[in-house]
């Protein structure tokens, strides 16, 4: 069983800071793409940002250069810094992770964390 547990949000005033952290546990020889995504009251879920397992990496327009994100495969785990939040970003975030069982396994699956609430006062 494969499960994503996050950490590290909370309540920050505008301009400030948080570094949410997705650490991977179970039984898995593979991780490929790791994400983070966020949903809103009222909005849909959207895509915060993406690492591939070649470290490259992926922003929504509206977090660029104020988000980071970062993955440690050694412990299975991924990071989003953000910096400079905006009342905007006031969102559950939740960390998402394709994986294979085996290395050589043909097809990923996908997990996602339960999420952790962020709230940016103005």
């Known amino acids: 069983q494969v499960q994503l547990v996050e950490s590290g949000g909370g309540v920050v005033q505008a301009g400030g800071s948080l570094t949410l952290t997705c650490a991977v546990s179970g039984s898995i020889e593979k991780i490929g793409n790791m994400a983070w995504w966020r949903q809103a009251p009222g909005k849909q879920r959207e895509l915060v940002a993406l690492?591939?397992?070649?470290?490259?990496?992926t922003y929504t327009n509206s977090v660029k250069g104020r988000f980071a994100i970062s993955r440690d495969d050694a412990k299975a785990t991924q990071y989003l810094r953000m910096n400079t939040l905006k009342p905007e970003d006031t969102a559950v975030y939740y960390c998402?992770?394709?994986?294979?069982?085996?290395?050589?396994?043909?097809?990923?699956?996908?997990?996602w964390g339960r999420g952790t609430q962020v709230t940016v006062s103005a």
């Open positions: 690492i591939t397992d070649t470290g490259s990496t």
């Open positions: 998402y992770v394709r994986w294979k069982k085996f290395s050589d396994d043909m097809n990923y699956s996908d997990s």
